[in-house]
């Protein structure tokens, strides 16, 4: 038997409401007891931690992250993403079909699974995807990948165009009981776009989508949600129409979620000014009404929760003029800090934040963590949330180095990552 | 102001090589009206004096064009600019060269740069492409176009072949009619007119509207007649004829009977109107063939030729800021 009292800690646990100076017992990888103040129930330690005041809060879920490996591992190998995971204090992700091979398939899930257990670290996740190689046109073997341990079916940076094979793949997915994951995007008004339509887009010469191509799709899929019993999530929300209808269905009673990402809290389309492609994203950065929205709504919690949306962009891919650059940006290293800027500016509680980065996440997708009640695993985080850093690309642990946030300074330094009770990073 | 320009029209031969704030020339958006003056006068001075060896700021200097998309008249335009000037000019095509085998713009920027030039002119059909290219070489970079951006060389021949004309832009009805969401043209002449007090005009088809470009400080009019109504300057802009099967408009036809420029619509604008257009023209899309080969009111062959002189001004001023 391994136990081990973390104290002296500021703990945030929005499972149990609990926010303030106490204490956590890990014994065996589980959590033991949690409370405020000094713990009366006396023991055998081990390990006994003085957090010195520090947070200690669940360990981020993050619920949007691509792998570029199997079939890019030169943009990032899976070893250095759980890596980077880890030192940003996530405890858990889940990662997006879109490999190459496409996770498609039971098999594909199985051998991401058993990699990522083999390398150790967070918890790894997989989604299956929607359709066979993402084609958007036939269904794959939801109930395969279900067995194989996928936890939600997606079809990754697409929409599923064809309304007929989308409420085939709610209803299916309902089966499963597993939720749906969908980037909501209209092609036909997006085609060729290279950035959020207005005034920016007619300054800069660049081709711009309007952002009712969002509401758009997600207001098809929640006409057809009302047919099935699934569970619908919209993941990476960035406009104003979209938030107010995802608002509207939670209201209806829909069993409807959603994330949002960094960006689209703290940028908007002015960024894109000087054609810089690290600031080209998808969906893309949209007006400053739009951001606001985002606040809003999670602050709200139309908007449930916060993924690091992390895509490993090649950086040749990059070095491009503004239209044929490749969208994505890195995201797991800058997480937190990021997150936390939102409860500096007073926009959002700190207990708020912390549910959006853990809580909400894991009960979207039924995983282990997000809280640390009795008996559950012990993933948690030590973090100072007021120490100052400058964003840096090039000292990330991720390989995936092209952040929209370079030079940024942020608040918020991750100390220490625990696992089932050990210690995934411990800052030197 | 009117009085000032017509002096500078009159004075331009006193007025020495501009000295740009900038090092590159990418876009006409932020330029001070006295630059751009100064550039016009310049321009002037140049028009008046068309031959080679009025000045040799040029003089070894070498000046490479870099054509990602196909331009006889801007390219020539520029090279000739550039020998009037006693510079070297190298021409780079990009259909057979290295780009064509796979080179990035930047892997491209980098070989050039090595050969040391003093001036890239760079078209290219992205927009901020000139820009990426201005962060990667040690030389000056002039836009002559990149997407839907900028063309800020074609807005300064426009304004120097009106000058020349009328003498002055201020108080001006200007309207440009015709494909405004993909020109850069349209972008790079709001800019400029725009900024010497034009009153401008965009007139369209809403499906060839930008989104909020009534923010840029001109009025929209979807009614041809309607917009030209009154103007001094009818510019008609280039429709590309992919645009006109159906997708931004319904036909070619439609297209030339609501938007296209012929003499019985010209009558709508004042009485001594002036034509322009930057070129190529599809003669029956956008406009007849009797508009734009009348002398007394098509200026479209000045454009041509005022090109040169516009050109000149921008090489020299970007040489003497290197000096």
């Known amino acids: 038997m391994t136990a081990i009292r973390f104290f002296d800690a500021h703990i945030i646990d929005p499972s149990q409401s609990i926010d303030g100076i106490g204490y956590l017992d890990v014994v065996d990888g589980v959590v033991d007891a949690i409370g405020l103040g000094t713990p009366l129930k006396t023991g055998k330690f081990e390990q006994v931690i003085d957090c010195k005041l520090s947070c200690l809060s669940p360990g981020l879920v993050d619920m949007r992250v691509q792998p570029a490996d199997p079939g890019s591992e030169h943009l990032e190998s899976l070893a250095t993403l759980l890596a980077a995971a880890a030192n940003g204090g996530i405890t858990a992700l889940a990662c997006l079909p879109d490999t190459r091979p496409v996770i498609d398939e039971a098999s594909a899930i199985d051998s991401l699974c058993l990699r990522a257990s083999r390398i150790g670290g967070s918890r790894l996740y997989a989604y299956g995807a929607a359709t066979k190689s993402l084609a958007g046109t036939e269904m794959a073997e939801l109930g395969l990948m279900a067995e194989a341990g996928a936890i939600g079916f997606t079809n990754s940076t697409t929409s599923i165009d064809d309304s007929l094979i989308m409420r085939r793949l709610l209803a299916y997915s309902s089966m499963l009981d597993k939720p749906f994951i969908q980037h909501c995007e209209d092609h036909a008004l997006t085609a060729d776009s290279e950035m959020n339509e207005g005034e920016t887009s007619t300054r800069l010469g660049l081709l711009g989508s309007p952002s009712e191509a969002e509401v758009i799709i997600i207001d098809r899929d929640l006409h057809l949600l009302r047919r099935t019993e699934a569970r619908y999530h919209v993941a990476h929300i960035s406009t104003r129409a979209g938030i107010e209808a995802v608002r509207q269905a939670k209201a209806e009673g829909l069993a409807v979620t959603a994330d949002t990402s960094p960006p689209y809290f703290l940028l908007n389309e002015l960024a894109i000014s000087t054609y810089n492609t690290a600031f080209k994203l998808s969906p893309p950065l949209r007006s400053e009404d739009d951001r606001q929205a985002v606040i809003e709504g999670l602050a709200d919690g139309a908007i449930d929760a916060i993924s690091s949306d992390h895509m490993p962009v090649d950086r040749d891919a990059k070095m491009q003029p503004f239209g044929p650059a490749q969208p994505g940006a890195s995201g797991v290293d800058t997480l937190l800090a990021l997150s936390l800027t939102l409860v500096h500016q007073g926009h959002i509680s700190m207990t708020r934040i912390i549910e959006a980065l853990s809580l909400a996440p894991a009960s979207i997708l039924d995983t282990t963590g997000g809280t640390l009640s009795p008996g559950g695993a012990a993933d948690f985080i030590l973090f100072r949330p007021d120490s100052s850093w400058i964003i840096a690309g090039a000292n990330f642990k991720s390989d995936s180095r092209i952040t929209p946030f370079e030079s940024h300074p942020v608040q918020g330094i991750v100390d220490a990552t625990y696992v089932d009770g050990a210690a995934i990073f411990l800052r030197q | ?323």
Not at chain 2, 3 to 25: C, D, I, N
Not at chain 2, 48 to 66: E, F, R
């Open chain 2, 1 to 323: 102001m009117t009085k000032q320009e017509t002096k500078g029209v009159q004075s331009h031969e006193a007025t020495g090589p501009v000295a740009l704030t900038s090092r590159h020339l990418l876009g006409i958006e932020g330029m001070s009206p006295i630059e751009i003056r100064s550039l016009l006068d310049r321009g002037h001075m140049f028009a008046d004096n068309p031959h080679d060896g009025v000045s040799d700021a040029l003089k070894g200097k070498t000046i490479i064009n870099l054509f990602y998309e196909n331009s006889t008249r801007t390219r020539v335009s520029f090279e000739l600019a550039a020998k009037r000037l006693g510079g070297s000019v190298l021409n780079i095509a990009v259909a057979g060269s290295s780009v064509k085998k796979g080179e990035t713009l930047l892997d491209t920027a980098t070989t050039l740069n090595a050969m040391h030039p003093d001036i890239l002119v760079i078209r290219h059909n992205c927009s901020g492409a000139a820009l990426l290219l201005s962060q990667h070489v040690d030389s000056a970079v002039i836009n002559a176009g990149d997407g839907r951006h900028e063309h800020p060389t074609q807005a300064l021949l426009d304004a120097l072949t009106i000058c020349r004309r009328i003498g002055r832009i201020e108080g001006l009805k200007i309207a440009i009619c015709g494909d405004i969401a993909n020109s850069r043209v349209a972008r790079s002449n709001i800019h400029l007119l725009g900024t010497l007090g034009a009153e401008l005009r965009l007139v369209c088809p809403v499906t060839l509207l930008p989104a909020n470009i009534g923010n840029m400080g001109v009025s929209v009019y979807t009614d041809f007649e309607a917009g030209i109504e009154g103007c001094d300057i009818v510019m008609m802009l280039r429709l590309q004829t992919e645009r006109m099967a159906g997708t931004e408009t319904p036909s070619q036809r439609e297209y030339f009977n609501l938007f296209g420029l012929d003499s019985g619509k010209l009558m709508r604008a004042a009485p001594k109107a002036l034509v322009m257009h930057p070129g190529p023209m599809n003669r029956g899309v956008e406009i007849d063939s009797a508009t734009a080969d009348d002398v007394e009111k098509s200026l479209i062959r000045t454009q041509v030729e005022m090109g040169v002189a516009a050109r000149m001004a921008c090489l020299e001023a970007l040489v003497t800021r290197q000096t």
